[in-house]
């Protein structure tokens, strides 16, 4: 069984032209797949659709075997907001980690354990009583993380994780990324950050699929990726000089 499977999806906001036009793609349990495509493509309405928030105009999705319905919850999805600050609202940290927890209906000792163990994997442990909006960016973003990872997903929906991060706070969400089994589709303009995380790299634009493939090769072609508005990231570049060493290329 696939942790996402879909079927000529087709979607577009309530009154406007289609925004995804007829995209079908699987996506393994556990695989670590790159979303890449320029501004508008629809990576993140298709982040939506997936999550079921935003219906279907034509095509099929499914989330492990079972048809996504709009507006029914499913805690095998989870979906990191590209603002952390439209996902984190309760007062304190461990609150926030435990709401949707606490929201299945789970007994109080389960929540706390579960919430407590989200936190410890994404490094937060000692700030559970941390007031949400005094976290560091990093801080946020891997408590966003952190709330994903509470529901034991199965699918990991990730919208610019490592945007307005500093380099140090982006190697440590790298390194739990990198870290994490469950199948994930990282959309991200950081395309380091793609290679390094993702075997495999589908490439939209326009609300269509223009490659999908290993990541070294997709990232890799300079003609795709300057047709639709990306450049070759810098380790893939053949480039030679002394202390100049790359995990990939
Ligand atoms: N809430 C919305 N209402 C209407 N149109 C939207 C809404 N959100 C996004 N769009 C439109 O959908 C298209 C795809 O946007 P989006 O999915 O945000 O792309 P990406 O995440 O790849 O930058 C754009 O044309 C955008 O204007
Ligand atoms: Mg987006």
Redesign the pocket.
Known sequence: MNALDLHSLSV?????AP??KGLSFALPRGAHVGLV????????????TIAGVLPAQQGAVQVMGRAVVPGQFRSETALVF?QAEDQLFCPTLIEDVSFGPRNLGLAEAEITARARDALDVCGLTGLEDRPVHHLSGGEKRRACIAGALVMQPNLLLL??PSAALDMRQRRRLIALLAGMDQAMLI?SHDLELVLELCPRVIV?DQ?RICADGPAPEVLGNARLMEAHGQEVPHSLTPHHGAGHRHRHG
Do not use: C, M, R, S
């Not at 577009?12 to 406007?16: E, I, L, R, T």
């Open positions: 577009g906001w309530p009154g406007h925004v995804l495509g320029p501004n508008g493509a629809g990576k993140t309405t298709l982040f939506h590209q919208d610019e959309a939209i609300g």
